[in-house]
């Protein structure tokens, strides 16, 4: 989708030429000229998105409804996503633009001790495997 949206924003600026405002490596979301968007009007969007998916014009709504959500809240998304995968803080750090990964630690520490549970069930896992190697 981002791929998509990257493709149409650069057949805006061949089509603007000179008169395109922006940074080819630039936001993601941008105007026509390739200015940035105030992120309220991204949130606003993904309200009216998140409306129409949940109560679709035609045909029944879906099964699971989306919850509201803001800009802001997809970066958490992505955070999470990452340390869940096991990504290191100090790279998700690095990515969410946080100068020390204490930052990413502090804000993101429910995620961390999920991670912890499961470091501490392979560990169990490891030691019975090896013990039971050793018989």
């Given at each position: 989708?981002?791929?998509?949206?990257?493709?149409?924003?650069?057949?805006?600026?061949?089509?603007?030429?000179?008169?395109?405002?922006?940074?080819?490596?630039?936001?993601?979301?941008?105007?026509?000229?390739?200015?940035?968007?105030?992120?309220?009007?991204?949130?606003?969007?993904?309200?009216?998105?998140?409306?129409?998916?949940?109560?679709?014009?035609?045909?029944?709504?879906?099964?699971?409804?989306?919850?509201?959500?803001?800009?802001?809240?997809l970066r958490h998304v992505h955070a999470t996503t990452l340390l869940l995968a096991g990504v290191p803080v100090h790279l998700v750090a690095a990515r969410l633009g946080h100068a020390d990964p204490s930052v990413t630690l502090r804000v993101y520490a429910h995620v961390v001790r999920e991670q912890m549970a499961a470091v501490a069930d392979a560990f169990a896992q490891a030691v019975r495997e090896s013990c039971e190697q050793e018989r």
């Open positions: 989708m981002l791929r998509r949206h990257r493709a149409e924003q650069d057949r805006e600026r061949q089509v603007l030429g000179e008169a395109w405002k922006g940074d080819p490596d630039g936001y993601v979301f941008t105007t026509a000229w390739g200015e940035p968007i105030h992120p309220d009007t991204v949130s606003s969007l993904m309200r009216q998105l998140i409306r129409r998916y949940n109560e679709p014009a035609q045909g029944p709504g879906p099964a699971e409804r989306l919850p509201p959500a803001r800009l802001h809240d």
